[in-house]
Antibody
Framework: EVQLVESGGGLVQPGRSLRLSCAGS????????MHWVRQAPGKGLEWVSG????????GYADSVKGRFTISRDNAKSSLFLQMNSLRAEDTALYYC?????????????WGQGILVTVSS | AVRMTQSPSSFSASTGDRVTITCRAS??????LAWYQQKPGKAPKLLIY???TLQTGVPSRFSGSGSGTDFTLTINCLQSEDFASYYC?????????FGLGTKVEIK
């Protein structure tokens, strides 16, 4: 059974940093692109960032480019999101999602989400 | 970015109804479209990809159609567990983008 479990969320002040982690199991983690998708309270879904299987292709939404960094450790079946210079508008539930295809893709498995609240 | 417009944003329906949700892309995306179901407090669940291919394990009362810019998600014989929000997503053009969602409520 595919499982994705996020951790590292919490309450953080504006301008500070936070690092999210996602642990994958039940599939060959290193074979798939992985992504972060977020959902602000009461709002829709927004793709944040994605990384291909070998970390050579990485993409970011314009809203986080230059502030967030995605990375992965295939040996540990783990995905990360380093979030710097956090803003109130980054407050959201952050989901780790497995891509089905290389490159542009849809998401066939999702974690349960981890809440990030940016507030003073 | 490709803008995905869903309609309606919400509506009420009864168990047993046939319901249709539409999704329009601001430019052609061929059939690179997925549909997700999200229940309150839960992660989205993939229902359909490639516009019309049912994800494994999804009931056959769900179906998708369309190509280019106009797409539909149809639920035949709505069940109680189908009351949820539904999102479309395009993956033809970077960055992949979602519609704002359609909430299906109990009448």
């Amino acid at each position: 059974e595919v499982q994705l479990v996020e951790s590292g969320g919490g309450l953080v002040q504006p301008g500070r940093s936070l690092r999210l982690s996602c642990a994958g199991s039940g599939f060959t983690f290193g074979d798939y692109g992985m992504h972060w998708v977020r959902q602000a309270p009461g709002k829709g879904l927004e793709w944040v960032s994605g990384i291909n299987w070998n970390s050579r292709t990485i993409g970011y939404a314009d809203s986080v480019k230059g502030r967030f960094t995605i990375s992965r450790d295939n040996a540990k079946s783990s995905l990360f999101l380093q979030m710097n210079s956090l803003r109130a508008e980054d407050t959201a539930l952050y989901y780790c999602a497995k891509g089905r295809l290389n490159g542009m893709t849809y998401f066939d498995y999702w974690g349960q989400g981890i809440l990030v609240t940016v507030s003073s | 970015a490709v803008r995905m417009t869903q309609s309606p944003s919400s509506f009420s329906a009864s168990t047993g109804d046939r319901v249709t949700i539409t999704c329009r892309a601001s430019q052609g995306i061929s059939n690179y479209l997925a549909w997700y179901q999200q229940k309150p407090g839960k992660a989205p669940k993939l229902l359909i990809y490639a516009a019309s291919t049912l994800q494994t394990g999804v009931p056959s009362r769900f179906s998708g159609s369309g190509s280019g810019t106009d797409f539909t998600l149809t639920i035949n014989c709505l069940q109680s567990e189908d009351f949820a929000s539904y999102y479309c997503q395009q993956y033809q053009s970077y960055p992949q983008t979602f519609g704002l969602g359609t909430k299906v409520e109990i009448k």
